[in-house]
């Protein structure tokens, strides 16, 4: 009797032990398979910011300009006119070429010399900044003059401006000049300088 329970209880405890064994040899206790984390997903390409400002373009302006110069009282007094042009976007930078035409009614009494209006050829640089187009100018103007001086002198000026692209075709902005003539229509001494802001509205074709 003693035999037989020592046999069962042998059985019952070899039972347990040989089924962990067959699991465990089967793969049943083995390590955890891990699954590496996804990579990241690649940051987003940056935007750029420039704008694509190649083209002719025409339009007018509106302002104030004011002249010095001896024998003059600083005459000053509106002025008008148009322009045209042409740029072209090389990246970062724009360059450009226009030209335009002032009318005023700038007139010293004192001296009764009037200031009928400025032509100019410019060349123009700026830089691309997006929907905005801060820009330097500089070039040859042509005054012409009548009253007690009727006649007409070429000079030279040189200014900054900006634009801003309102739509595809529409820009608005502003520009402030410097104008020198020295010597006046050959006359020693009778050197001007006009200073001119003008508000711009331009169609781009």
Do not use: C
Not at 80 to 109: F, K, P, Q, R, S
Not at 124 to 132: E, K
Not at 157 to 170: E, K, L, S
């Amino acid at each position: 009797m003693k035999a037989t329970f020592k046999t069962v209880r042998t059985s019952m405890l070899a039972a347990p032990l040989a089924l962990i064994g067959g699991m465990a040899a089967a793969g049943g206790l083995a390590e955890p398979v891990v699954t590496p984390a996804p990579a990241p997903a690649p940051a987003p390409a940056p935007v750029p910011v420039g704008n694509d400002w190649t083209g002719f373009y025409g339009g007018a302006q509106l302002g104030y300009g004011r002249v010095e110069g001896d024998p003059l009282v600083e005459p000053e007094g509106a002025l008008g006119g148009v322009h045209a042009g042409y740029m072209y976007d090389l990246g970062n930078v724009v360059v450009g070429g226009e030209l335009d035409y002032d009318a005023t009614n700038i007139e010293d009494a004192t001296t009764d010399i009037a200031l009928d209006g400025v032509a100019r050829l410019k060349l123009r640089a700026g830089y691309d900044a997006g929907q905005w187009l801060p820009y330097v100018t500089l070039g040859a103007a042509q005054a012409y003059t009548s009253g007690a001086l009727d006649a007409d002198d070429t000079g030279s000026f040189a200014g900054v401006g900006v634009a801003y692209q309102m739509t595809d075709n529409i820009l608005v902005g502003g520009e402030v000049l410097q104008h020198q003539f020295e010597d006046f229509d050959d006359t020693d001494g009778l050197d001007l300088d006009a200073t001119t802001a003008t508000a711009r509205v331009s169609f781009q074709f």
